[in-house]
């Protein structure tokens, strides 16, 4: 059945994307999201990464994270045994120990995004849990993605090309990492996309905050100076960058992606392992935030 409505999914993939007039990759997002749900289905796979992801957080002295212990005489394909855990949702748990924790699961995640390349996809509530020890236990692996090395790479060049500034390598470093098709470098370099991926990032990672930062900005260049073309508003939104101090938080970079997609329908595109990790990340910036 899980087979019949993924084909019947991933046939009308391309007339959905004919219709939305979209860049996303229907068909590729189809066959990730058919991967996930066989992956999920496959209990002696779910107890390997289970049982990996603990090591690679022992190995890396990431003590105060880890997942439940896998009996693997009572484990097959059909059956996953752990042992059980006490604790309470990360949601739930005292102000203190849900900020505290929710650092701890944002180092583990970018661990799992930038090292072990094996990122837990399913982080709700319900599965972090707050340990009597105050540590931090991540449930359920079945939903897992694979971060292929060199889109690891590519990630950490181009958060290195913000941080340095160096905007002109950034359409290079959006090929690289599935947002903009190959050949498209100059046209996007015209577009004003880097320019608003720079800004929305950049604040980023300053941490959460207010809304819309990146319309408000506009609005306010616009208040400033007037109706000027696009390439002075870009230079505009450059000078912004070095200065400005307003924060954006997961669900704006989401936000920013999709409006991107849709003025840009030939330009730009949301890989489907950026989906993942955007979803994942969304879900401890609002825990965090509202502790």
Known sequence: ?????????????????????????????????????????????????TKDFTEAMKKRELDAVSAPEVIDSLTNKRVLTTAWVEGIRLDRADSGDAKRLSAVALNAYLTMLLDTGTLHCDPHPGNLLRTPEGRLCILDFGMTTSIRSDLQYALLEYIAHLVTKEYSKVPDDLVNLGFVPKGQEEMIKKSGVVEILSFTLTQLAKGGGAKKTQQRMVDELKAKYGDISREEMRLKIRETLKKDDSRVGVADVGKTFEDL???????????????????????????GLNA
């Open 261 to 287: 997609e849709k003025s840009q329908p030939n330009l730009f595109q949301i890989p489907t392992w950026m989906a993942y990790i955007l979803r994942a990340f969304s879900v401890l910036e609002g825990i």
């Open 1 to 49: 059945q899980i087979a019949l409505d993924l084909h019947i999914a991933r046939s009308f993939a391309p007339t959905w994307k004919k219709l939305l007039k979209a860049n996303t990759d229907f068909v590729g997002l189809v066959d990730e999201w058919g991967a996930g749900f066989i992956q999920e289905l496959d209990y002696l796979k779910e107890a390997k990464v």
